[in-house]
Structure formats: C-alpha cells, structure tokens
C-alpha cells in the first residue's frame, strides 16, 4: 500500500499522536543588557564570501547600518547579489593565504562568511574551512586595525540535538558530517591563532532560507510536483531567515559584550517539518503528500547517485553527507543567549517569509 495515496493531513495527525508537541526552546523575557553600543556608522568591515547567499544579505544590512564594506570575493564569482551596491571589491580566495593582506588592509572588523557547503571529497572541507579560517585569523594579526573577527559557523558543527534539549553554546560537540567536522575546525582555528588583540565572536546558524537561497529552491521544486521525500516526516527543527541572521551577526559584531563569545542562530521556537510542508502546501496552493523514504536503502542510494552525478546524470542533492544529517530527528537551538546578550529577536513570521520566498522565485521564472 503506498502511503502517497493518502493526504498529508492524516500522516500530520498520526504524527502528532506521536510528537504531540515540538522540545520547547527557552523563553525570555525583554532583553535587558549593557552591551557597549558601538556606533557602526563609517566602520570599515571585511565581508568574506559576500556575493553568497548568507554573505549578500549580511552585506545589505552593513550598508544599511553605514558601514564601509569591502567584498572579499573570488575572481570567478557571480556578483548579482550585490549589483549597484556601494561595496568595495577585493579578489581573494581561501586557499590562497597571500590573497589576504590586500583584503584585510585597513579593516577594523572581519565577518568571515566564506566556506564550502557541499563537497565530495572531505578533505575539501578542511582545507577551507578549518585550515582556510586558521590562515585568515592569523592573516589577521599582522593588521593593527582589526580589533573584531566574527566567523560564521554553523549548526552542523556541533551536531544534532536531544528531544526535550534545545542545543545551547556550551554543549560538548558531535557533529555527524565531514561538513560539521571542518566547521568545528574552523573554530578551533580561529581560537588558537587569534592571540590577545583580536576579539573572536562565532555564530553558529541553523538551517537559513529566504529568496536566493538554492536548497530552498529545490525544494519548492519538489513540493510543486505535490509530493516530498522524507526520511523521518516528524523531523523538528531550527530556522532562521537571512535578514534576521543578518542582523544577529551585525550585532555579534558590534557590541562589546559579544567578545569571546558564542551564539546560536534560530528562530525562539523550532518547527516540524510537517508544518513547513503544510506552510509550502498553503503558499503554493498544491495538496502535498509525504513519500516515506526507507533510511536504509539511502546511503547505497546516495552512493549510487554521487557516482552518477560525475557523468552528469546524477542529483547534486543526494550525497552521504546530506544521509547523515538527515537520519537524525532532532536539529533544534536554543537562542536565549542572543536574546539577552545581544538584544536580538527576529522580525519575520515563518509563512510571510515562505510566501515572500516563493513569489521571489516566481518572479525569477524559476518556479
């Protein structure tokens, strides 16, 4: 019997018989904190990789705020993103520690963005983003203007959570993927080359969506067919819209109380993924239905297709990395120390931002 022919409403709500309800993420109160504010009006920040997806909306909210930007990109990118902004560009590359000097001189703050997400070869992992990160740290040193270093990590870096236990900053790692393994190393490097002069923040986000971004693209593609692969449907996790982490990571830049210190990135409450499929469902006006995908028969899948994709007739999605993380059940954060520290709280509602994002894609012509 296949379970496509059933409507998503009844798996929801044989779903929700099992998880009747999502773990809970730490509530707080009204921020109340004397962070040092730091007027960012004319500071000079190093944005690496700002033509991507997180790196782009990170810049715009810089502009916006008034500071003087330099675009560390390299020379083959696609710079759409940032098209008739007032941004500086400065060609550089991760593996090419004598790229540096040129971007850091005269920067008084590094947002470090830049690394690879998706790779075949883990090695490719680590030297960029472990090794790459130490190199740009230490290329840090040698410039007496840069006071701040903030880098981006992620969610993946320390792993999945528990069921009832939001991830906090404090927790002992474990990541799950040779993806979440370099991003820990991106930290550790960036800890031991940073000396005594230079504040290091790290913030590690969550899964982040919003127009631009082609995961998401993905899969509203799959949606628009009705129908979405799931490995686990009861999957509860953290998200986080691009112009919200944007301005987290603006304030983990800015104020003084951020030094030395770590920050996830979320929305306060996790979501299941039921309700972000019945979210998608709504926005695009289709009945989708989950299709049950075995976890056992998806690494000799993933396997299979990683061999195909080199002849160019497989998924890009579909790799091992993708099967381990997606095995398990639990990715949720807990936020709390953004919230009180920083006075941060997000902006966007989940399903303004889903629709925002679909009719950006719309728009484009590629949905």
């Known amino acids: 019997m296949s379970t496509g022919k059933f409507p998503v409403q009844k798996l929801v709500k044989a779903i929700d018989r099992v998880n009747p309800s999502p773990p809970q993420a730490v509530t707080v109160g009204q921020p109340e904190y004397a962070g040092g504010r730091v007027d960012s009006r004319g500071r000079r920040a190093l944005v690496t990789g700002a033509n991507g997806f997180v790196g782009s909306y990170l810049t715009w909210d810089l502009l916006e705020k008034g500071y003087q930007v330099r675009a560390m990109v390299r020379a083959t990118s696609d710079l759409s993103a940032l098209e008739g902004k007032d941004v500086e560009y400065v060609f550089g590359d991760m593996t090419d520690p ?3 000097p040129r971007a850091l001189e005269g920067m008084e703050i590094v947002f470090h963005v830049a690394g690879v ?4 070869d883990p090695a490719v992992f680590a030297l960029v983003n472990a090794d790459g990160s130490g190199d740009l740290m230490r290329a840090c040193r040698d410039v007496p203007s840069i006071r701040r270093f903030v880098y981006i990590s992620s969610q993946a870096a320390t792993g999945p959570s528990g069921r009832e236990s939001p991830r906090r900053e404090d927790d002992p790692p474990d990541p799950v993927s040779a993806y979440g393994r370099s991003k820990w190393g991106g930290e550790e490097a960036c800890r031991e080359a940073a000396g005594s002069r230079i504040a290091l923040t790290i913030v590690r986000p969550c899964i982040v969506y919003g127009p631009r971004e082609p995961e998401g693209l993905s899969l509203f593609i799959t949606s628009s067919k009705g129908i979405i692969p799931a490995i686990l449907p009861n999957t509860c996790m953290s998200l986080i819209y691009a112009a919200d982490l944007a301005d987290l990571i603006e304030r983990a830049g800015r104020l003084d109380v951020a030094e030395g210190r770590v920050y996830n990135a979320a929305d306060p409450d996790p979501y299941w993924l039921r309700q972000v499929v019945r979210i ?9 239905f989950f299709i049950p995908v075995p976890p056992a028969l998806l690494k000799p899948l993933a396997i299979t297709n990683e061999i195909l994709f080199k002849v160019g007739i497989g998924i890009g999605a579909l790799t091992r990395e993708l099967v381990e993380d997606a095995t398990h059940r639990y990715w949720t954060m807990d ?3 953004a919230h009180d520290e920083l006075g941060w709280r997000p902006k966007s509602i989940l399903e303004e931002r889903v629709r925002e994002t679909a009719d950006w894609y719309r728009e484009k012509g590629l949905l």
Not at 117 to 120: E, G, I, L, N, V
């Open 98 to 100: 004598a790229s540096f």
């Open 280 to 288: 998608i469902g709504r926005v695009i006006e289709r009945r989708l």
């Open 117 to 120: 997400t998706k790779s075949r």
């Open 335 to 337: 936020v709390s120390r």
